[in-house]
Nanobody, 115 residues
């Protein structure tokens, strides 16, 4: 059974940093590119960053230069380092395959950027 568990969210001041982690079961991690998504209140879920099995990365324009996605193939982990956080980064953050697989959405982790 595939499981994706996200953690590392929290409350941070504007300009601060957070590192999100996603623990993925092997069956999804070894088969797909992985992505971090976010959903802010009242908005659609969007892809923030993606990393291929070969570690090629892509980013949404809104986070380019501030966020870094990485993966640890040995540990089946995906990370999102978020720097220079802005209030508009406030959202629930999720990991999933890229493109996402509906039945694999986890509970996400909440990031709140506020002073």
């Amino acid at each position: 059974q595939v499981q994706l568990v996200e953690y590392g969210g929290g409350l941070v001041q504007p300009g601060g940093s957070l590192r999100l982690s996603c623990a993925a079961s092997g069956s999804i991690f070894n088969s797909y590119a992985m992505g971090w998504y976010r959903q802010a209140p009242g908005k659609q879920r969007e892809l923030v960053a993606s990393i291929s099995r070969g570690s090629s990365t892509k980013y949404a324009d809104s986070v380019k230069g501030r966020f870094t996605i990485s993966r640890d193939n040995a540990q089946n982990m995906v990370y999102l380092q978020m720097n220079s956080l802005k209030p508009e980064d406030t959202a629930d953050y999720y990991c999933n395959a890229d493109p996402p697989i509906a039945r694999y959405w986890g509970k996400g982790t909440l990031v709140t950027v506020s002073s």
